[in-house]
């Protein structure tokens, strides 16, 4: 049992480090090694005011009478998301991703019970409100961009013209 505390230790050292990195991507190293801490409600993440708001009405009219409007609800919901699935990518090497899923088996495999842990402690509900709050982002920001394409709005309160002038790939094949 004296994994659990010097994992908790380790947690609390790295954190500060690569806090940056995790609100950069969940599924980052940094995120990885303060899971014991979220799953044991040591330390809770909160969820961001524009995803509380997403979720309560993602369809909501309320502030989408410009595209000034719909542009500033959309950079919140990405400061909260991350870039939308339009915007070009940036490449990333393979190395960070890899380490982030060899540390996530390694972590799960350190806590015994860990499910029942997530349970007891409430974790496994907070992660699933949490989801459910950046689902209702991604919806909202895709009908805010329907919106701001409907109103003949500029990207970001639009979707770019590459990703309207693009073909479904599965659609593409079956053809």
Do not use: F
Request: charged residues 20%; glycine residues 10%; hydrophobic residues 45%.
């Amino acid at each position: 049992m004296r994994v659990v505390p010097a994992l908790v230790i380790a947690g609390l050292l790295i954190a500060p480090v690569t806090a940056a990195t995790a609100q950069q991507n969940n599924n980052g190293l940094g995120h990885v090694v303060t899971q014991p801490l979220r799953d044991t409600r040591i330390k809770d993440e909160k969820i961001p005011a524009v995803l509380q708001r997403a979720a309560s009405a993602p369809y909501s009219a309320v502030g989408t009478q410009n595209c000034a409007a719909i542009t500033a609800q959309i950079r919140d919901l990405n400061g909260a998301l991350g870039a939308d699935v339009d915007t070009p990518a940036k490449q990333k090497g393979e190395g960070s991703a890899i380490a982030a899923a060899g540390a996530r088996a390694v972590v799960g495999t350190l806590i015994p019970g860990l499910g029942l842990v997530r349970v007891i402690t409430g974790a496994d509900k907070a992660q699933r409100r949490a989801e459910a709050a950046v689902y209702a982002g991604a919806v909202r920001r895709g009908y805010l961009k329907g919106l701001g394409l409907a109103k003949r709005c500029r990207v970001p309160a639009a979707p770019t013209a590459a990703s309207l002038a693009a073909k479904p790939e599965l659609l593409a094949a079956d053809q």
